[in-house]
């Protein structure tokens, strides 16, 4: 019995091999959940971190973004059968190819939000008594 590769590997390789995105774009990530046994299509967006062991098979890329005001960061295999597709919706030039700075900076933005806002104290409003 002969093994091929097409039997493993359900995902178009060369399609996911070049792909041109890098740190500091902007993606969308199509990842196939499984639930009562249908699958389904759930968007991932947000902010490549990083990019690590470039195209071979162990290739990862860290994906960041801000949802109700906390940070979710998602590791996906790029070539996982689990991905659907991957769309690259904003480029950018960044100076460094891992982003991590980023977590840092983002819980320094929101404390300097918070100092920012003052918190003006009210009169406690005045009840009206209706009249029955």
């Given amino acids: 019995m002969e093994i091929t590769k097409a039997q493993f590997t359900p995902i178009e390789l060369e ?28 968007a991932f967006e947000g902010l490549v971190l990083s990019r690590k062991h470039g195209k071979e098979s162990g290739a990862t890329f860290t994906i960041r973004k801000v949802s109700s005001g906390v940070g979710v960061e998602r590791i996906f ?13 904003r480029k950018s030039k960044t100076r460094r190819n891992k982003l991590y700075y980023i977590r840092t900076k ?18 406690s409003p005045k009840e009206e008594k209706s009249e029955e």
């Fill in 15 to 42: 399609s996911r091999k070049n792909l041109d995105f890098k740190a500091g774009d902007t993606v969308r990530v199509w990842n196939k959940i499984l639930e009562k046994g249908k699958v389904r299509l759930q």
């Fill in 77 to 89: 295999p790029l070539y996982s059968p689990n991905i659907d597709k991957i769309e690259i919706l």
């Fill in 106 to 123: 983002a819980v320094k933005e929101v404390k300097k939000r918070l100092k920012s806002i003052t918190i003006s104290r009210d009169e």
